[in-house]
């Protein structure tokens, strides 16, 4: 499976899309769909060019189409398209490692459709800012 275009501009509307370098919550230097590294793994400063539309675009479809590949490695149920999307936009932002060791993702492996998912997706706002994201992803998830 692949993030579709609904899932896609879901993802930029909780990303952003800057083409220029600029400095995350953390401090770390960021640019396009909150990427911190180009496709040649090379890290993000502050001191690089501005990317053109195009630039982004392809940089944040490649990292997208990586966490997919990731969320697809991982989940062993059948999950639909807006499961997908939504489980793509949280592994991009809690990172692969958080991703395969949650407990939202061992609920879903059992059940997909378990209600117990939403309050496992939950947990993961450690940060305030991100309790909008969340509700967002776990509305995407079950089709609201």
């Known amino acids: 499976m692949r993030v579709n275009d609904v899932g896609l501009k879901e993802l930029h509307l909780r990303e952003g899309l800057r083409l220029k370098p600029y400095l995350d919550t953390k401090g770390i230097p960021t640019i396009a769909m909150g990427n911190t590294y180009y496709l040649d793994n090379r890290q993000v400063t502050m001191k690089d060019p501005e990317l053109s539309p195009r630039e982004a675009n392809k940089l944040s479809q490649l990292i ?65 800012e991100l309790i909008g994201r969340r509700k967002s992803e776990v509305s995407q998830y079950f089709g609201k």
């Open 64 to 128: 997208t189409d990586d966490f997919g590949k990731h969320v697809n490695s991982k989940v062993t149920s059948a999950i639909n398209q807006n499961q997908f999307n939504a489980l793509v936009s949280i592994a991009y932002n809690i990172g692969k490692a958080g991703f395969s060791s949650s407990t939202f993702l061992k609920l879903i492996n059992k059940n997909p459709n378990d209600p117990k998912i939403a309050d496992a997706i939950m947990m993961w706002t450690k940060d305030k």
